[in-house]
């Protein structure tokens, strides 16, 4: 960090968990010229970013550490923030649905390498696809940026990684239950409600099925989005607050 200000200002973002330039600008007390101009060199550095468009624009600090430290999780949690080309390669992005099918093809091979359950291999498949599925689905035409998902095996963390930076599923769910206004209530209805079949919506009925695929088959998903996040295992359905801001979707598989 090149001043005490721009150090102020980023753990001014690090310890809220999402604020806005009119909270920092009052939180530190200088010019507002100023303090754009530390944002910005805090975003060009990746060191922030924001969500949204002014005047309802959030900051929110890059995610540097995971409780297994993850080489694979930090890019994927970073760009699925943020949208940075610079956390995601063409190895790791499928920009359209042919991408998509290819990526899945060759993970079932990665993971006759690893698993000799091929009975597994088919289910894990199966619930990554769906969900990679669901960011095509349901964001034609909605994406932030980027087009497409982040798809990713790390065979040393046991993880599978999906994201996408389309419009979430609080405005997906809304589309056919306006009353829900929360991105954890969003959760809660997707992964446990029948939704109608009347209205185009998929994703809520596809995640209870990688509910039902992830909790009885001793597998961990961890699910973002918005500023919620739900975690399913064999003991079945949590959802609370993330710490940090998802605008789409990420899907951390473990298995």
Known sequence: MKTNTHTIIYELIRSSGGITPRQIITAVKHHPTGIFKHLKALQDKSHVY????????????????????????????????????????????????????????????????????????????????????????HNLGQWQDTLGVFFQLDTTARTIIIADRGQGVLATIRRVRPDVLTDDRALEVAFTEMVSGRAPEKRGNGLKFVKKVISENYLHLTYYTGTAMAEINRRGLRIKKSTFSIPGTLAIITF
Do not use: C, Q
């Open 50 to 137: 924001k969500v949204g468009k002014m005047p309802k624009v959030r900051y929110y600090a890059y995610t540097n550490n995971m409780p297994d430290d993850s080489k694979t999780m930090l890019p994927a949690m970073n760009w699925a923030a943020s949208g940075d080309a610079r956390f995601a390669t063409e190895d790791t992005l499928a920009p359209t649905r042919d991408v998509l099918h290819a990526r899945t093809e060759r993970l079932i091979k990665e993971l006759k390498k690893i698993l000799p359950n091929e009975n597994l291999i088919y289910l894990l498949t199966a619930v990554a696809g769906e969900i990679g599925n669901n960011s095509f689905d």
